[in-house]
T-cell receptor, first 110, second 114 residues
Framework: RKEVEQDPGPFNVPEGATVAFNCTYSNSASQSFFWYRQDCRKEPKLLMSVYSSGNEDGRFTAQLNRASQYISLLIRDSKLSDSATYLCVARVGSARQLTFGSGTQLTVLP | EPEVTQTPSHQVTQMGQEVILRCVPISNHLYFYWYRQILGQKVEFLVSFYNNEISEKSEIFDDQFSVERPDGSNFTLKIRSTKLEDSAMYFC????????????FGEGSWLTVV
């Protein structure tokens, strides 16, 4: 079983749409969670950390459900510039390494 | 904004040759990492480095790989005898701490082994 599993995508949505990505993690010792975005052939860039109480950053909302080992990312009013691959990322306990999901590709269409 | 810089951006090497990928982490960061991403696949952890020693490594990071911090600014990844399957994008990264500390990635070094 994959440690971090994401919706396979791709998601093709019109500008202005709301889109949600889901992610599950298998290691219950995972303690820190993040969403990164990666543009084609570029480095991953942190989009937002995910806190237990859920958190929002502008048009982006992240939720964490530890009981279900489930993380989500909601993008409202999507822009063309949101087109990228979104990576769900977990860190186990005090370990330094990040475990990445395979990513979900989003294309926002004009 | 401070950034992690990597050189070279792209290297083509023959199978069996040694390769050194270089990185300059963000100056006040204490934790350094190497990750790789084979084309079309997910980002995979290779190794973390703290206080001048390896703190964690993955199964991928076998005896063919080594890391070094030769001076106060550079952090290098050496692949001793490259194989075709080492072809990938190699990302260097650094962070101030662990836990929720943000890990910043460099733009990557694309290695092609022929």
């Amino acid at each position: 079983r994959k440690e971090v599993e994401q919706d396979p995508g791709p998601f093709n949505v019109p500008e202005g749409a709301t889109v949600a990505f889901n992610c599950t993690y298998s290691n219950s010792a995972s303690q820190s969670f993040f969403w990164y975005r990666q543009d084609c052939r570029k480095e991953p860039k942190l989009l937002m950390s995910v806190y237990s109480s859920g958190n929002e950053d502008g048009r982006f909302t992240a939720q964490l459900n530890r009981a279900s080992q489930y993380i989500s990312l909601l993008i409202r009013d999507s822009k063309l510039s949101d087109s990228a691959t979104y990576l769900c990322v977990a860190r186990v306990g005090s370990a330094r390494q990040l475990t990445f999901g395979s990513g979900t590709q989003l294309t926002v269409l004009p | 904004e401070p950034e992690v810089t990597q050189t070279p951006s792209h290297q083509v090497t023959q199978m069996g040759q040694e390769v050194i990928l270089r990185c300059v982490p963000i100056s006040n960061h204490l934790y350094f990492y190497w990750y790789r991403q084979i084309l079309g696949q997910k980002v995979e952890f290779l190794v973390s480095f703290y206080n001048n020693e390896i703190s964690e490594k993955s199964e991928i990071f076998d005896d063919q790989f080594s890391v070094e911090r030769p001076d106060g600014s550079n952090f290098t990844l050496k692949i001793r005898s490259t194989k075709l399957e080492d072809s990938a994008m190699y990302f260097c990264a650094s962070s101030e701490g662990t836990g929720l500390s943000t890990i910043y990635f460099g733009e990557g070094s694309w290695l092609t082994v022929v």
